[in-house]
């Protein structure tokens, strides 16, 4: 907020599945990290910028059926 600059959303998908709680060593698998259009902070509150950012994400999630 204080340096506006653009914040980009990120989600990485696959690493519960490929190391899940308790196991010591990775399983064979695919971890995907998608780079999302950056949410601009001038002007907007932590939570505004907070909330833009996880609706992207999750929008992302529902458009590649894993919402």
Do not use: C, H, N, Q
């Amino acid at each position: 907020k204080e340096l506006e600059v653009p914040i980009v959303p990120v989600s990485i998908r696959g690493t519960f599945e490929t190391m899940p709680r308790g196991r010591f060593w990775p399983r064979r698998g695919t971890i995907s990290i998608a780079y999302l259009p950056p949410v601009t902070a001038t002007g907007k509150s932590y939570d505004e910028i907070a909330e833009e950012a996880r609706g992207k994400i999750v929008r992302w999630g529902e458009r590649d059926g894993d919402g």
